[in-house]
Structure formats: structure tokens, C-alpha cells
């Protein structure tokens, strides 16, 4: 009877353990969420020309640009500026080509 209440008593604990995790990776995916909201409302620059919804090359080395234009790739320093909306109009969000 003993073991019983033992078992009982354990599996009571386990389950406090579980909720407390839970409620910890929440809160850290919470924490998280709020960073990256902040970080993202930082950015600065050009990233668009103008009204035209294409991305400002300015300053942009020619092989960058053929790159972009033939691949889609965009430069890795201008990545965290430019979002997933930049591709060009006319490729449908597809890249690549050969």
C-alpha cells in the first residue's frame, strides 16, 4: 500500500515538473518573439527604390547584381534589410533558370 501512495506521489511531481516546463518554453518563445519584433522594427535603409517594389542596387557590385537578377540571390549584407516580398514581379518568386 505503501508503494502505491509512493508511485502516486511521484507521478503527482512529474506532472507539476511537466506544466512548469511547459510554462518555462513558453515564456522563453514569448521573450523571443519580442526580440525579434524589436530587432526587425530597427531595421534602417533603402532596401526598396522609390514606389517601384524593386530592390535598390545602389552601391551593389556587378556580379551582386547579376546574381539577383539571374538567381534571385540577394547580397548577405543586405539580407536582414530585405524580406521575402523582394523578389522581382515578372519570375513569380521562382529563381534559377538554366
Same mark, same amino acid.
Given at each position: 500500500?505503501?508503494?502505491?501512495r509512493w508511485l502516486a506521489a511521484v507521478k503527482n511531481n512529474m506532472e507539476i515538473k ?9 515564456? #522563453?518563445? +514569448?521573450? !523571443?518573439?519580442? +526580440?525579434?519584433?524589436?530587432?526587425? !522594427?530597427?531595421?534602417? &535603409?533603402?532596401? #526598396?527604390?522609390?514606389? !517601384? &517594389? ?17 538567381? %534571385?540571390?540577394? /547580397? ?9 516580398? =523582394?523578389? /522581382? =514581379?515578372?519570375?513569380? %518568386?521562382?529563381? &534559377? %533558370?538554366?
Open positions: 500500500m505503501e508503494a502505491v511537466k506544466n512548469t516546463l511547459i510554462w518555462i518554453v513558453i515564456g #522563453v518563445l +514569448f521573450l !523571443s518573439v519580442l +526580440f525579434l519584433t524589436y530587432k526587425t !522594427s530597427r531595421l534602417t &535603409g533603402n532596401v #526598396v527604390a522609390g514606389t !517601384s &517594389g524593386k530592390l535598390d542596387t545602389t552601391g551593389w557590385t556587378e556580379n551582386e547584381i547579376m546574381n539577383y537578377e539571374m538567381h %534571385g540571390t540577394i /547580397p548577405a549584407r543586405v539580407q536582414g534589410k530585405a524580406g521575402a516580398s =523582394s523578389t /522581382p =514581379s515578372g519570375t513569380g %518568386g521562382m529563381v &534559377g %533558370g538554366c
